[in-house]
């Protein structure tokens, strides 16, 4: 079962297109993902014999899973995720990104409207995501930093910008002034922009994808680490993480099963099945979650 507190965040995704989450990740899970980015980027500088440093670093579970491992796993946004598009959630991508500042007189203007990947111009009735999107910004979203702006319901109704009007505020916005800690997760359709930083220091978030297990990807799943945690999650018949990690052995009997009635009728039961299906790994499982907490301390 879907806890109550996670119906209502999935009913106010759905109707509003995001969801703000204070304070889901400590200060301390903010300083190592800005830690990440620097040894990522210095890295990336290394290998390319560049002294700019990128503006996106990405095979983040690759590269850093004690980092990153529990923050797409984190119950609020795997769980809305799955509340929103049925316990077949895949990792999409994960990366940092990381920006200079702009010329003065951008303060307060948008970057470009749009809908992300796997977007449409919607007709007014509310679809199920095909990508959920997080953002967690690793600053104080101020109006010089440049907050994430977004257009409420926007994900199901018809609003359309003119391309002369992309990079223009939009009547009907709302600018989100988010702290550190702090996620906002957005439907792939709802239309929403940055905002041109001209603060002193990068503007930085961790951004996280959710699809599912039937699409394409962009993480990478074929490096030893994650290979690594795919075992363990073999050994613990964890479908969970085999199905974030883009292994589904479930694929094809869910994914092809009929739809003739109400589909989280289906998601519910498809839940109880993974769990039924773990059951008998309560030990290894047990011993898994007590090495990763000692590890991550």
């Known amino acids: 079962m879907i806890e109550a507190d996670l119906t209502e965040t999935a009913r106010e995704f759905r109707e509003s ?45 690759e590269r850093s899973p004690r ?24 990792l999409d991508s ?17 970057v470009h409207w749009h809908r ?16 959920v999107i997080s953002f967690t910004y690793l600053q104080e979203m101020t109006l010089e930093y440049g907050p994430l702006r977004v257009i409420p319901g926007s994900h199901r109704t018809p609003v359309r910008i003119p391309e002369d009007r992309l990079e223009e505020p939009h009547e009907d ?20 922009s940055g905002t041109h930083s001209v603060s002193e220091g990068r503007r930085q978030f961790l951004g996280i994808g959710y699809n599912t297990s039937a699409m394409r990807h962009d993480e990478s799943f074929t490096g030893p680490n994650v290979q690594a945690l795919l075992k363990t999650a073999r050994r613990t018949r964890d479908r969970r993480t085999l199905r974030l990690l883009g292994e589904d052995e479930m694929f094809n009997v869910r994914q092809n099963a009929g739809f003739t009635t109400p589909e989280q009728t289906a998601w519910e039961e498809w839940r109880r099945a993974d769990d039924e299906h773990a059951a008998d790994t309560t030990e290894a499982r047990a011993q898994v979650a007590q090495a990763r907490r000692r590890l991550s301390q």
């Open 94 to 110: 994960a990366v940092l990104f990381s920006a200079d500042a702009e010329e003065p007189e951008a303060k307060g203007r948008p």
């Open 67 to 90: 980092t990153v491992l529990p923050a797409v796993t984190h119950p609020r946004l795997l769980g809305l995720a799955e509340a929103v598009m049925g316990p077949a959630v895949q």
């Open 173 to 192: 916005e709302l600018l989100l002034h988010t702290s550190p800690g702090d996620v906002v997760l957005i439907h792939h359709n709802l239309l929403h």
């Open 116 to 131: 992300d990947r796997f977007g449409y111009f919607p007709t007014g009735a509310y679809v199920k995501p095909l990508l």
């Open 17 to 61: 297109g995001y969801v703000w989450l204070r304070g889901v990740f400590s200060a301390d899970e903010i300083e190592g993902f800005r830690r990440l980015y620097d040894e990522a980027a210095a890295d990336w500088m290394f290998v390319h014999g560049r002294e700019d440093p990128p503006l996106i670093v990405g095979s983040l579970v």
